[in-house]
């Protein structure tokens, strides 16, 4: 039992990162760590999943124009966690994120289990992302007339249900325009789509493409991957620019009654919904490796994208909210653009699906930046093989798990929904931040002489707000994310048991050292 909470030192953690063969490249400023949690952090979020937060579905209520509510109740849970994740960025600036702080203050066990949950954050979010990023690009090729065929673009699961609602609708004789666009070409896939003996062919083409240019991008380097990361970024807050200064002239504010036609229930609930809008800041702390003076960088990026993307978020819902009532979003996969082409504006509507595919483009990179650098640490410590671990010798960046990661995100994103994919990355995320917080507790009272170039204020309350907020959070989520979660858990767990726990490396003591780093390294 001693072994499975054995902790890695923190000086063991530090002294990877001067291990020749595995050292990474350190290239990024504070600008740049912004942009990267600004790119993470804006995407399908707010391009897509706002609509489902505002009106609701089968598995969430609405919370309608009190969604500004909703976000300011989720920057509130993100703060505190935001606060404790870059305390130990600063304290030990190393690439694995969550997983690297856990080893350090609660564990082998629990920093498996965090490092495996961390992969529902990264992987399984960036699934949906691509997703988003499908739904936007076809978007923007019907704004040039041109058709991508239906087929291609949609999973199989959602094109077969499309097909029985619209099927249901039409026994009852109901208006089938009700059903919104998204719904009605969905159905179409399983017509239109070739067949392979009795199976159609239908998955998501243009989300695996752009997982594969991704993924290209990222092997050449981080420079490279940061350089067209900012790039994006300043596209993309160019169109949210341009969404709130064209919306304000059309918003109508009886759109803005009832405030919250479902109570606080609604607002809690879209709360659960919309926090994946929010999951990216903590992903700037897995380029801790590849990061100039990262004990006073890694705070900066992290709580300034936060601040900056918050206040974008609340600025945007009362836009889009006043535009329309919160009812007609419902089912709507781009939602912003939406608002628009509802007004017969159908050229700004193709404005706001081009900004969403730079969004939802920059989002995919920097979160596929994040898990293989999660793997590769969780490889240099055994818990993974050693191909996790990798360098590539050119490159300077872990390439194997980089390439693995891109056959994972693209190979799912071509079969699964989005609704199923963001949930389950929330319930993950909001489990890794839980973790973080009580993690900061315990290095406090364990470790209380180790230097702290960043400290979190007001310990233990604000570790203590993002427990409870982020665990209030997991509460609201759907009965089927729970389900999905507990069962990646107990595979991760046999696979813990079965590989990792016998072949983790070794270190001399189990606990931590107070003295001699070097907060330059």
């Known amino acids: 039992m001693r072994s499975l909470f054995r902790t890695k030192p923190l000086d063991a953690l530090l002294g990877d990162t001067e291990r020749p063969e595995q050292r990474l490249k350190r290239t ?97 979010g960036n699934i949906a992302v691509a997703i988003s990023w499908s739904e936007y690009f076809q978007t923007l090729c019907r704004g040039f007339h041109f058709e991508w065929p239906v087929w291609l673009g949609v999973d199989y699961r959602t094109a077969f249900a499309s097909a029985h609602q619209l099927a249901e609708a039409s026994a009852q004789n109901q208006d089938l325009s009700a059903l919104g666009d998204s719904v009605l070409r969905a159905a179409r896939a399983t017509q239109e789509a070739p067949h392979l003996g009795v199976l159609p062919i239908i998955f998501n083409l243009p989300a695996v493409l752009i997982v594969a240019l991704i993924t290209w991008i990222l092997v050449r380097g981080i420079r490279e991957s940061a350089r067209f990361n900012s790039t994006m970024v300043l596209l993309k807050l160019a169109i949210v620019l341009f969404f709130v200064g064209v919306g304000a002239f ?11 036609p479902n109570g606080f229930a609604g607002v809690s609930s879209a709360a659960g919904v919309i926090f994946f809008a929010y999951i990216g800041f903590d992903a700037v702390s897995t380029a801790a490796e590849e990061t100039r003076a990262p004990q ?50 159908t050229w700004t509507a193709t404005v706001i ?33 050693g191909w996790a671990a990798r360098v590539h010798p050119k490159f300077r960046t872990p390439h194997i ?76 989520l759907p009965k089927e994310a729970w389900q999905r979660f507990v069962g990646w858990l107990v595979v991760g767990s046999i696979i813990y048991f079965a590989y990792s726990r016998r072949h983790a490396r070794r270190w001399e003591t189990a606990r931590t050292e107070p003295a001699g780093t070097n907060p330059e390294k």
């Open 250 to 260: 059309h918003v109508q504010p009886a759109n803005w009654r009832p405030f919250a």
């Open 401 to 476: 798990s980089t390439i693995l990661t891109g056959v994972f995100v693209a190979g799912m994103s071509a079969t699964m929904s989005i609704n199923e994919a963001a949930d389950v990355c929330s319930i993950g995320t909001l489990f890794a931040f839980v973790l973080v917080a009580a993690g900061i507790l315990v290095l406090r009272r364990t470790d209380p002489q180790r230097p702290r170039p960043f400290r979190a204020p007001l310990v233990p309350w604000v570790p203590l707000g993002a427990i409870v907020s982020c665990g209030y959070l997991m509460v609201n």
């Open 28 to 124: 990024l400023g504070p600008v740049h760590l912004t942009f990267l949690g600004i790119g993470a952090i804006v995407g399908a979020g707010i391009f897509s999943l706002v609509g489902t937060a505002a009106a609701g579905d089968g598995s969430h209520l609405g919370a309608g124009p009190a969604l500004i509510v909703s976000f300011v109740l989720v920057a509130i849970a993100c703060g505190f966690a935001a606060l404790c994740y870059a305390e130990f960025a600063a304290m030990v600036p190393v690439a694995g994120s969550a997983y690297t702080y856990a080893y350090a203050t609660l564990g082998q066990l629990v920093a498996w289990i965090i490092g495996w949950d961390l992969i529902l954050e990264y992987a399984v």
């Open 296 to 345: 006073r960088n890694l705070p900066i990026g992290m709580i300034a994208s936060l601040l900056a993307c918050t206040f974008i978020y609340i600025v945007v819902a009362v836009v889009l909210t006043g535009m329309l009532p919160s009812s007609q979003f419902a089912g709507a996969a781009d939602p912003l653009a939406k608002a628009f082409s509802q007004r017969g504006m």
């Open 353 to 385: 699906s081009l900004g969403a595919v730079f969004a939802t483009t920059s989002v995919l990179l920097v979160f596929q930046l994040g898990q293989p650098r999660i793997l590769f640490s969780m490889g240099r410590d055994g818990l993974l093989p």
